[in-house]
């Protein structure tokens, strides 16, 4: 069976950053951003005027589009669906938010199911989200969920978006993170936890350098 390595984690904690770290170690392998599936299911309905509560049209959605993932870095990333480029509207934090809503929906996460673990191809897949190890690959070889205060990851996501030029707030920010970790917490399906078998990494606190030394380590067991 193809490996994968399940990095799973809430909002803003830097599963970013580690699954691009991984893509360079391990060259050759494929990644799974499933939270951008979400995403884009999420604009597809908006798209559509469904309402967020029309679950099995929303789910019906998924199967029909097609997902393109071009580039390698964040800055060179293109999202093209159904020909079109989205990359720009599937990244707004607004997009991010209703991705959440419907993602609480048990017929929307069966319908994305199949589509995640399509992308397990040789010689191995880095598939970040929030369900990665407990539900969409339970057989990952290296299951890591990474955490971080609210207040942190705020803090961070001001940065990364004052970099890109976007003017931001903390506080809405922090009241943003926290909602949106009340959601993927609190819903009945694959409610966001670290699998069993998963290495924790907490990041309060930790330099980026250090949180790549934990996951190094990890590596070479
Ligand atoms: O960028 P950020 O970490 O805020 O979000 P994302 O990973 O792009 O995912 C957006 C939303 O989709 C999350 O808040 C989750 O509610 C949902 N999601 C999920 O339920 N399961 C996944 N495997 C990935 C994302």
Not at 142 to 161: G, H, P, T, V
Not at 196 to 210: F, N, R, S, W, Y
Request: charged fraction near 30%; include cysteine; glycine fraction near 6%.
């Amino acid at each position: 069976t193809v490996p994968v390595i399940a990095v799973d984690g809430p909002s803003g904690v830097g599963k970013g950053l580690v699954t691009r770290w991984l893509a360079q170690r391990l060259p050759g392998w494929h990644r799974l951003d499933s939270g951008a599936l979400y995403r884009i299911l999420a604009l597809a309905a908006q798209r559509r005027h469904l309402d967020v509560r029309a679950a099995a049209a929303i789910a019906r959605l998924a199967p029909a589009l097609d997902i393109r993932f071009e580039g390698h870095t964040e800055d060179d990333e293109r999202i093209v669906v159904d020909g079109q480029d989205w990359t720009h509207e599937v990244r707004k934090e607004s997009t991010g938010a209703l991705a959440s809503v419907i993602a609480a929906v048990p017929e929307v996460r069966a319908a994305l199911l199949q589509r995640q673990r399509d992308f397990r191809r040789r010689p191995g897949l880095i598939a970040d989200g929030r369900d990665m190890g407990t539900v969409v690959f339970p057989d990952a070889v290296l299951k890591i969920f990474m955490d971080a205060s609210a207040e942190e990851r705020a803090r961070r996501r001001l940065k990364q978006l004052s970099a890109k030029g976007i003017q931001a707030t903390l506080a809405p920010l922090c009241e943003e993170i926290r909602a949106r970790d009340e959601r993927d917490r609190n819903r009945p399906i694959a409610p966001l936890k670290p699998a069993d078998d998963a290495e924790v990494i907490d990041t309060t606190g930790l330099a980026p350098e250090a949180v790549k030394a934990r996951v190094e380590a990890l590596l070479q067991r």
